[in-house]
T-cell receptor, first 110, second 111 residues
Framework: RKEVEQDPGPFNVPEGATVAFNCTYS??????FFWYRQDCRKEPKLLMS???SGNEDGRFTAQLNRASQYISLLIRDSKLSDSATYLC???????????FGSGTRLLVRP | EPEVTQTPSHQVTQMGQEVILRCVPI?????FYWYRQILGQKVEFLVS????????KSEIFDDQFSVERPDGSNFTLKIRSTKLEDSAMYFC?????????FGSGTRLTVV
């Protein structure tokens, strides 16, 4: 089983749409969770951390369900500039290394 | 905003040659890392470095790879004898208190 699993997409949505991405992780000892954004051939950039209580940053909402080992990201009112690959990432607290999912590609069309 | 700097941005090398990828981490960070991303694949952990020694390495990080912090600012990844399958983006990162910052990467092409 992959350590971090994501639907690769692509998700092709019109501007203004709401889109949701899901991710599952296999290591129940994982403590910290993140969504990163990666543009083509660029470095991953932190979008937001994910907490059990859920957290929101503008149009972005992230949720963590530890019991199901499941993480989600919701993007409301999609913009053309949201087109990118969204990476689900788990931090192994014992070693501080990041485990990346393969990413979900989002294409927002006019 | 502090940033992690990587040089060169693109390197082309012949199979069997040695390459050194360079990184300048954020100055007050204590943890340093190398990750790689083969085209079309996920970002993979290679090695972490703390207190002047390797703290963890992946199975990818075999004897062909080494890391060094030759002075107070640089952090290097050396590949001794490059193979075609070493072609990838190599990202350096540094962290403090689980706040990670990635460099913009070096695209290594082995021909």
């Amino acid at each position: 089983r992959k350590e971090v699993e994501q639907d690769p997409g692509p998700f092709n949505v019109p501007e203004g749409a709401t889109v949701a991405f899901n991710c599952t992780y296999s290591n129940s000892a994982s403590q910290s969770f993140f969504w990163y954004r990666q543009d083509c051939r660029k470095e991953p950039k932190l979008l937001m951390s994910v907490y059990s209580s859920g957290n929101e940053d503008g149009r972005f909402t992230a949720q963590l369900n530890r019991a199901s080992q499941y993480i989600s990201l919701l993007i409301r009112d999609s913009k053309l500039s949201d087109s990118a690959t969204y990476l689900c990432v788990v931090l192994m607290d014992s070693s501080y290394k990041l485990i990346f999912g393969s990413g979900t590609r989002l294409l927002v069309r006019p | 905003e502090p940033e992690v700097t990587q040089t060169p941005s693109h390197q082309v090398t012949q199979m069997g040659q040695e390459v050194i990828l360079r990184c300048v981490p954020i100055s007050n960070h204590l943890y340093f890392y190398w990750y790689r991303q083969i085209l079309g694949q996920k970002v993979e952990f290679l090695v972490s470095f703390y207190n002047n020694e390797i703290s963890e390495k992946s199975e990818i990080f075999d004897d062909q790879f080494s890391v060094e912090r030759p002075d107070g600012s640089n952090f290097t990844l050396k590949i001794r004898s490059t193979k075609l399958e070493d072609s990838a983006m190599y990202f350096c990162a540094s962290s403090q208190d689980s706040g990670y910052t990635f460099g913009s990467g070096t695209r290594l092409t082995v021909v």
